[in-house]
């Protein structure tokens, strides 16, 4: 922790007597009370930045040009081991400048990097290094303040840690990093909710600060001490997916919205135009937009016969005047003649052919749409988010409304699968459409293709992150309440994150090419190779290679669960093996270690992905150990591995994990599906068969499931 304690700021010293002491503090405070402006709140701290820690500062906001010195910014310790509830640091603000700023300058190594609180109170009579919480319960014995006027708090998420007022800064509030925020700022000045939503972390690696060059992120907030913050707000989000009718009475019309996690977009309007002759331009809906949900969904919720079933568009725009019943183009000549509104973010328009009718966006999607000759009921951008102002953005809808509860599992031929707030995905004939196993480079580009550009999730969120998603896709078979483990085999009633039973394995270890859980790091998430194992199962392989061990290795056995695993003592039985750098798999589990990773190495080749531009490494298996170093983006060994993947097939328990998997994140292990591709990539044998061997060309579905979102 980088602190130092016993350094006094606050005045706690007075020469004037006592009486003129407290006339001049009523003063102070009646002075801040009675003064129109704003209300005087922390509006920025920075604790902890990249390098030594010289440019921490605490910045208030309030009325123009004014004294706070009645006022003192306390920091109280929160981490176990230093003492929760100590009174670390009492720092007295100044005279706010013309635009209400006021901050204490660069300190060094005073706010604590860790769990703390801070408080900007009035009628401060305390002393620094007083420890206020005594029996460490998380609530404060002595307050020695009068008024608290403003706080905010941090935590690193450390066991035992305590903060002392809200709101609270955790590790990954903001969807962001799971690291706590070395700094956050109010966007903008002042904001106050109570709310961790009033708070945008600052760049850690300092941008806004003399010096450095920072690194910004889409969200986070620059430093700015004394001057007004600013941040880097995320694109306005997109209109993702449409349903404007369906099979039988329209009671699921909806339009849904992707953008970022928890972001107020109460700025933005849908509005839905009218295409069809005899009203074309009309505004026919209006709908403001809300804040986003915990994965960047925001949807109009299901609707009744709202949307039309002709032609229409619908336009996302900001600072909307205008109301229901407008029409925007009164000589019907196709351009809107009025636009009452600041900016226009994203449009589509649905048309069902008829020559008089018109479109106001140029993205239409009319009957041919997908190779069909009938108007489109609903489309869905695939992957989410997916927009280059282009028809092949969009894939149409199933009218059978498969995908939501109580209607059909799999979408007809051609369909998208209707995931309101959810992933949006193809059926699994369509998503391997455009793959082709004519050859070894054909099929491994166009395989890419088919599986890139996955939906991420946060490693470890409030929001739906890898411990949710894993604890479906590693349930026990047998018993939907528990999970069961990738090495030892054993099952544990579902405990949620954090917990003393099991963790997370990256099967491809995180140390070989994707070390860091940034928002850009998709391969530190991807649950297609993350799998739950015991915590002491996952320490011994560490990053161990995949190999082949003997009897001189050390044994982690199995337990029996389902029929499998058991037996110890004799080499290779049902047990994992393993020595200085090699980690064999036990032989239920080895086949499933072995299609993830051989997927990820297809999956991440060094591009980027189509829709955040975010940077991929080039993943490689290999044979040579002198490569799989940490640091560098190979794992093996790829021979083993290839020969586990004909040792242990692909079986139900697999297939349904792919379904899981595929269900958030919209991308499917193709060697779970087609494990005769896996020869023709890396063998280069077996190349020009069909797709699918199980009738799926034919339509005979009865020898395969895919199960609904």
């Given amino acids: 922790m980088s602190c130092t304690k016993n350094m006094q700021l606050a005045n706690h010293a007075r020469t004037a007597c006592r009486a003129l002491a407290v006339t001049a503090l009523v003063a102070a405070v009646a002075l801040l009370t009675a003064a129109p402006g704003e209300a005087q709140v922390i509006n920025e701290w920075v604790a902890n930045h990249t390098g030594i820690d010289t440019h921490e500062y605490v910045e208030i906001y309030g009325t123009p040009s004014t004294d706070y010195s009645a006022l003192r910014i306390v920091q109280i310790e929160g981490d176990t081991v230093d003492g929760p509830g100590n009174l670390d640091t009492a720092i007295q603000p100044g005279t706010t400048d013309a635009n209400g700023l006021w901050y204490t300058g660069f300190l060094d190594n005073i706010l604590h990097n860790g769990t703390m609180t801070l408080l900007l109170v009035e009628g401060f009579s305390g002393t620094v290094d007083t420890d206020l919480d005594t029996n460490d319960d998380g609530v404060l014995d002595t307050t020695p303040w009068t008024t608290v006027v403003d706080s905010v708090a941090v935590t690193d998420g450390d066991t035992g840690d305590l903060t002392y007022a809200g709101p609270v800064l955790y590790p990954n509030y903001d969807g962001l990093s799971w690291y706590s925020p070395g700094g956050a700022s109010r966007i903008p000045d002042g904001a106050d909710t109570d709310a961790m939503e009033d708070w945008r972390r600052n ?86 937009v809300g804040t986003s949900d915990v994965n960047g969904y925001w949807t109009t919720g299901l609707l009744t016969d709202e949307l039309a079933n002709g032609s229409l568009t619908i336009l996302l725009v900001s600072g909307f005047t205008g109301s229901a019943g407008d029409d925007l183009d009164t000589n019907d000549d196709g351009a809107l003649d009025t636009t009452p509104w600041d900016e226009l973010y994203d449009s589509v328009s649905i048309s069902d052919g008829d020559a008089a009718d018109l479109a106001y966006s140029s993205t239409v999607l009319d009957p041919s749409l997908g190779g069909f000759a009938v108007r489109p009921g609903g489309a869905s951008r695939i992957p989410d988010g997916l927009d280059t102002d282009t028809v092949s953005d969009w894939q149409r809808n199933d009218t059978a409304l498969s995908g939501i509860n109580g209607y059909p599992a799999t979408p007809a031929l051609g369909y998208a699968f209707n995931t309101p707030a959810g992933t949006n995905r193809l059926g699994i004939i369509d998503y391997y459409a455009e793959v082709d196993p004519t050859d070894q480079a054909t099929l491994r580009a166009t395989l890419h293709e088919a599986i890139d550009d996955h939906k991420r999730f946060a490693y470890t969120a409030d929001s739906t992150d890898t411990w949710d998603i894993l604890e479906q896709a590693d349930e026990n078979p047998s018993d939907a309440g528990a999970v069961i483990t990738v090495y030892r085999n054993a099952t544990y009633a579902k405990q949620g994150g954090g917990n003393t039973f099991y963790n997370r394995e990256h099967r491809w270890p995180k140390s070989y090419g994707f070390p860091d859980d940034e928002p850009a790091n998709y391969p530190y998430t991807d649950c297609h190779h993350l799998m739950l194992s015991n915590d002491d199962y996952n320490t011994d392989r560490s990053n161990r290679p995949y190999g082949t061990c003997d009897a001189s290795c050390t044994e982690r056995p199995t337990e029996v669960n389902n029929g499998v695993g058991g037996g110890t003592g004799v080499y290779p039985g049902n047990s994992n093996w393993y020595s200085t750098d090699t980690w064999e798999v036990w032989n239920h589990r080895r086949g499933d270690v072995a299609r993830a990773l051989l997927y990820m190495d297809v999956r991440y080749e060094g591009d980027t992905h189509s829709v955040t531009g975010a940077v991929e490494p080039d993943l490689q298996l290999t044979d040579n150990l002198g490569q799989i170093v940490v640091g560098q983006p190979y794992m093996g060994l790829l021979s083993v591995l290839l020969t586990w993947s004909q040792e242990d097939p692909v079986d139900d328990e697999e297939r349904a994990r792919n379904e899981v998997v595929f269900r958030y994140q919209g991308n499917r292990n193709p060697f779970v599906d087609h494990p005769g591709w896996i020869d023709c990539i890396f063998l280069n044998q077996g190349c020009g068969t069909p797709i699918f061997t199980d009738d799926f060309e034919t339509g005979d579905m009865t020898r395969w499931s895919a199960s609904s979102p």
């Fill in 203 to 288: 760049d850690f690696d300092g941008a806004g600060l003399p010096g450095y060059t920072g690194q910004m992120s889409i969200g986070e907030a620059y430093n700015t001490p004394g001057t007004s913050n600013d941040w880097l707000p995320p694109s306005p989000p997109v209109i993702n997916e449409v349903v404007t009718s369906h099979d039988g009475t329209d009671d699921h019309e909806y339009v849904e919205l992707e953008g970022m996690p928890l972001v107020d977009y109460s700025a933005d309007w849908l509005l839905v135009l009218s295409g069809d002759a005899g009203a074309t331009g009309q505004i026919d809906r209006v709908y403001q």
